[in-house]
Nanobody
């Protein structure tokens, strides 16, 4: 089991920045892939960024490349998502998720065995 809790969401104007944090429980020492996903009203949940917890390799959705950065602090069991140059289309509920395996070939896919946080709302106004 992995418990995750997000924080850092809020409302900003277009062009602004936010930093999301995800604290996860350390009930297991297995390899983990930790990612950020988002879901806007009426849309499917989509992967935004992911990071391997034992090597730091990362993956990003094309829509956020160059604007978002995922990072981690393994000593604190935290993963972060720095979001810059935010756009109104970034408005969504953002979720942190963990999978007890490597990120693999499709790190941003929504997997049935993901563990999820409760989400944090990000609203970007034009």
């Amino acid at each position: 089991q992995v418990h995750l809790e997000e924080s850092g969401g809020g409302s900003v104007q277009a062009g602004g920045s936010l930093r999301l944090s995800c604290v996860y429980s350390r009930y297991t020492y297995k390899k983990k892939c930790v990612g950020w996903y988002r879901q806007a009203p009426g849309k499917e949940r989509e992967g935004v960024a992911a990071i391997e917890d034992d090597g730091g390799s990362t993956a990003y959705a094309d829509s956020v490349k160059g604007r978002f950065t995922i990072s981690q602090d393994n000593a604190k069991n935290e993963v972060y998502l720095q979001m810059n140059a935010l756009k109104p289309e970034d408005t969504a509920m953002y979720y942190c998720a963990a999978r007890l395996s490597s990120c693999g070939l499709y790190p941003l896919r929504v997997y049935g065995d993901n563990y999820w946080g409760q989400g944090t709302q990000v609203t970007v106004s034009s």
